[in-house]
């Protein structure tokens, strides 16, 4: 039923290599387009692997079944143009009813094609072509498989267009991340085009499944050395480049995911193409672990004459719960601080003016208090002594004495206070 030719080792190899980064990428299902990812890799994976055993198939019907069966992996296409509206930041296209509506238009030319035995509407005239090994369907295209060429790879050509144009403007790291994915769709595009129009070296099959190895090779590279899972861009404004505030993305890894003009100002960050930077090695290190530490932190940076406050918001996926990184808002507070100190300062001088005012009333009425009391001692001392009561006027001069230290020592804490110095620690250290 089946035989067996050299092209299948390169088609093997190419569905080896699809599953290798399917699995590795399947922990980064939670991330930023992992799951359409996800979807694109199985697609084309699927596509190999029915296109060998289609190639290896020696009788019609069963060469037609895995032929049927081969166009699911078309919706790798599909896959490939959510994850590319998703890295573009355009996740508002990325609806239920956008995703239905594209799915039923799948599923009507999928209906057309496992049917066209009936009607001939996607291919017709297919017979058994024996003539070399492998054996081959040989067909005409039906009236209605222009449309469905144009519907694929205009899904095609419109993630190429939205990749390529997303991240030009976006830092070299995410430039380098688009490449991988471009290439990946436009290689296999281009070679499957070239059969279906006829122009390809090979005649009689379709050559791009067992070449797959080469866009699996970009995605490689891109996975591994550009982080093309752990930091896909996540959807911003164009009011973030315009925030007076800082704004950094840092992804659970501790590497920086996003960071806009004003936190680099902030921060002094130097290097323009810091995303995808550890973000330690990145922060100054005292900004960085006043960063991570609890919401509302004020770092008052001597150097620069700086005070930032430091907003830390976690942020993942409501429906797992699963923690996908932190947003850290920078704000220069430098100019709202030397206000609240002046006014601070103000407050303090009016206090201390109030108190000092305070006290000169207190003395003002000890002082009138005392000479009140000296003025009524001194004029019963004098009778006293006109009239020789020395006994008495003697007790009335010691009396005054007495009543004359108090209020001196009264007197002298009341200064002390004013100074701010307290008369128990003067006492104690004197």
Not at 75 to 102: D, S
Not at 132 to 149: Q, R
Not at 312 to 337: K, L, N, Q, S, Y
Not at 393 to 401: R, V
């Amino acid at each position: 039923m089946f035989q067996f030719f050299p092209y299948v080792y390169l088609s093997m190899f190419s569905f080896l290599m699809l599953m290798a980064l399917l699995i590795y990428s399947f922990k980064y299902r939670h991330n930023v387009g992992g799951i359409e990812f996800l979807l694109a890799l199985i697609g084309m994976a699927w596509w190999v692997f029915c296109q060998a055993f289609e190639l290896m198939a020696m009788t019609l019907p069963v060469k037609l079944f895995w032929a049927n069966i081969e166009y699911l992996g078309i919706l790798a296409g599909l896959a490939y143009l959510i994850t590319a509206l998703r890295f573009a930041g355009l996740e508002q296209y990325v609806t239920k009813r956008n995703v239905i509506a594209a799915l039923c238009i799948y599923a009507v030319f999928y209906g057309l094609l496992f049917t066209d035995s009936f009607h001939g509407l996607m291919r017709t005239h297919m017979t058994l072509d024996t003539s070399a090994v492998p054996y081959t369907i040989k067909k005409d295209y039906g009236m209605i498989y222009p449309l469905y060429l144009l519907w694929t790879y205009g899904v095609n050509l419109s993630a190429i267009l939205i990749i390529l144009f997303s991240s030009w403007r976006k830092s070299r790291l995410y430039r380098r991340q688009g490449l991988s994915l471009i290439l990946c769709i436009a290689i296999i595009s281009l070679t499957n085009l070239t059969y279906i129009i006829g122009i390809s070296p090979v005649k009689r099959y379709d050559i791009t499944p067992a070449i797959t190895w080469i866009p699996a090779l970009g995605l490689a590279w891109g996975i591994f050395r550009n982080r093309l899972l752990d930091i896909m861009p996540l959807a911003r404004d164009t009011l973030v480049e315009q925030l007076n505030s800082g704004v950094i993305v840092v992804d659970r890894y501790g590497k920086i995911v996003d960071i806009n003009n004003a936190a680099q100002a902030l921060l002094h960050i130097e290097d323009a193409d810091s995303i995808g930077k550890d973000f330690f090695k990145a922060t100054p290190l005292p900004i960085a672990h006043a960063m991570t530490s609890k919401s509302g932190t004020i770092i008052d940076d001597e150097d620069h004459q700086q005070i930032l406050e430091i907003r830390v918001h976690p942020f993942g996926d409501e429906t797992t719960a699963h923690h996908m990184g932190t947003i850290f808002v920078i704000t220069d507070v430098t100019e709202r601080e030397q206000h609240l100190k002046a006014l601070v300062n103000q407050q303090r001088a009016i206090s201390v003016m109030e108190e000092r005012e305070r006290f000169g009333r207190d003395l003002h009425d000890s002082i009138g208090q005392m000479f009140g009391f000296v003025n009524t001692q001194t004029q019963a001392i004098k009778e006293n002594l006109i009239r020789e009561k020395y006994s008495v006027a003697l007790f009335q001069t010691e009396a005054l004495i007495e009543e004359t230290q108090r209020v001196h020592g009264d007197i002298r804490n009341y200064i002390l206070e004013m100074r701010g110095v307290s008369p128990r620690n003067r006492s104690f250290s004197a």
